[in-house]
């Protein structure tokens, strides 16, 4: 066998000056006349290292989610839901869909009693985070309501953490403080009303249980694959509600095609699509980049009530909106991150 030097001996074969390759000749004479020289493959590498640091699946997993809000509006206006049948019909269609895709990947199953309590304290509080959200995107705001759920949650989180080293850092209270005159900005806006209140309020208990779930999901828990444990409490979360609604029943459905389609967008395109990406991109990248491109949600979901449903944030909603933002940016930035 030889080798690409020379024969079996390892001898290097002297080469005649005929034998340079066509790429290489055509790269020295473009260097001869003064032509950029071009090289594919390190747009290729740049490509293929992109890919490999996850930032493209976080990306297209914020965006994604940043579209639930506005196809839980449209599944409410096409059947004349409650916001507890939007947030069942979400949690069913995304849970089915992520245990399908964790049997197809071949990923573990549940073990163990403590991967089981987890999973039913994940279905609690997703329970109350949809129900909450898709209430308070009912009330009034779409852009309101996500900015306020997504952007308290990690200043949420932070003062628990705050709470738990019983110390409260020079960091913690700044964080806090842009937090609320974000907050305070977006309630205070003019063209508000007196109905942002209750958005408002509605969006804090949404934030106040997604912080919940990131705490319970911050450290690994044996036997417990987080597709597997995301799709799973997310069918449990469903069938509660669907038994809630069944025992409660409020006015019929009212089936249409729009409305499936809108279910299917819902639970596979703004649920199921983003957490198999999210958590794909988490395995190569840090939590403060996650965290980062998560701001894409909140980003994308404003955008949307603006083009699509007409809403004005003003000003100092504006203002405020990137505020509550940039505590989400500092609580995500650690020193050690940093590093």
């Not at 080798?3 to 473009?30: E, F, W």
């Not at 025992?247 to 703004?270: E, K, T």
């Not at 004005?312 to 050690?336: C, E, N």
Request: with cysteine.
């Amino acid at each position: 066998m030889t080798t690409a030097y020379g024969s079996a001996r390892g001898r290097p074969r002297r080469r005649g000056p005929g034998s340079l390759g066509s790429a290489r000749r055509i790269r020295l004479h473009r260097s001869l006349e003064g032509q950029p020289v071009t090289q594919p493959d390190t747009i290729a590498r740049q490509g293929a290292s992109l890919l490999a640091s996850g930032a493209p699946l976080l990306a297209g997993a914020g965006v994604l989610w940043g579209g639930a809000g506005a196809a839980g509006r449209m599944v409410a206006a096409s059947g004349q839901l409650s916001s507890l049948e939007v947030a069942a019909g979400r949690a069913l269609i995304g849970g089915v869909a992520l245990v399908l895709a964790a049997w197809l990947l071949r990923r573990p199953w549940l073990r163990g009693r403590r991967a089981v309590r987890h999973v039913v304290a994940m279905a609690l509080l997703t329970i109350a985070y949809q129900t909450t959200y898709f209430a308070a995107v009912a009330a009034g705001s779409l852009s309101i309501a996500t900015l306020v759920a997504l952007g308290s949650a990690p200043v949420f989180v932070t003062i628990v953490h705050a709470v738990q080293r019983r110390r409260l850092e020079a960091r913690s209270v700044a964080i806090l403080a842009l937090a609320l005159v974000g907050l305070g900005l977006l309630v205070g806006r003019p063209e508000g009303g007196e109905g942002v209140w209750t958005v408002v309020g509605l969006a804090l208990g949404s934030g106040v249980a997604f912080a919940a779930i990131t705490l319970i999901n911050a450290d690994a828990v044996p036997g417990s694959d987080h597709i597997t444990g995301t799709g799973v409490a997310f069918v449990l979360a469903g069938a509660v509600m669907v038994v809630v609604l069944l025992i409660a029943p409020g006015p019929s459905i009212q089936w249409s095609g729009p409305l499936v389609g809108w279910l299917v967008v819902l639970g596979l395109l703004c649920t199921a699509a983003p957490y198999g990406l999210y958590f794909t991109g988490l395995l190569r990248a840090s939590a403060p980049v996650a965290a980062l491109f998560a701001l894409l949600e909140p980003v994308t979901s404003t955008l949307i009530a603006v083009a699509a449903f007409g809403e004005r944030l003003g000003v100092l909603g504006w203002v405020g909106g990137a505020l509550l933002l940039g505590a989400v940016v500092a609580s995500s930035w650690t020193p050690k991150a940093a590093s």
